[in-house]
């Protein structure tokens, strides 16, 4: 009987190895789920217009997944919101003076594309986009604006802080 376990063990073992699966294989834990963070827009109140959240606060390398919900009420070709994460040192008014002309592009600039992180499109009545991303691994304050023209003079803005 102990020289069947050993003959058993010892075809397992050939096995394995020609199999290319090295002995001193673990399973590797899975990555942990993106952490959900809701924004959620509305038509304006009075004349401030703002996210639900005007901070988030994030780990370096943290993985996060941001939900943009519109209960606004008023049509998308008039008032529409998007969510733009921008690059530590951006230029926040040059981006924001570039995307209001940038109507054929959904307000936001192509030649400064090079400074979003993240993104989410226009939301109109009811809708709902999300992105998952990784935030920035340098602590600092990120910027995260709505593009559409006059939304970010309105207050349309906040900060990603890792830290």
Not at 126 to 132: D, H, I, Y
Not at 154 to 160: D, F, V
Request: hydrophobic fraction near 50%; glycine fraction near 8%; aromatic fraction near 6%.
């Amino acid at each position: 009987m102990i020289m069947n376990v050993r003959l058993i063990s010892s075809v397992l073992l050939t096995g394995l190895i020609v199999a290319g699966v090295p002995l001193s294989a673990r399973q590797t834990p899975a990555p942990a789920p993106a952490r959900a963070v809701t924004l959620t827009v509305n038509d304006p109140v009075g004349d401030k217009m703002n996210y639900s959240l005007s901070q988030i606060v994030a780990k370096p390398g943290e993985k996060l997944r941001v939900r943009l919900v519109s209960i606004a009420q008023t049509p998308k070709i008039v008032m529409a919101h998007n969510w733009v994460l921008l690059k530590l040192g951006t230029d926040i008014k040059a981006f924001i003076d570039a995307a209001a002309n940038a109507r054929a592009t959904d307000f936001i600039p192509p030649a400064m594309k090079g400074q979003i992180i993240a993104e989410l499109p226009l939301a109109g009545p009811g809708e709902k986009f999300e992105v998952t991303f990784t935030a920035p691994k340098v602590p600092g304050s990120y910027p995260y604006v709505c593009t559409f023209a006059g939304h970010y003079a309105a207050g349309m803005r906040g900060m990603l802080v890792v830290k």
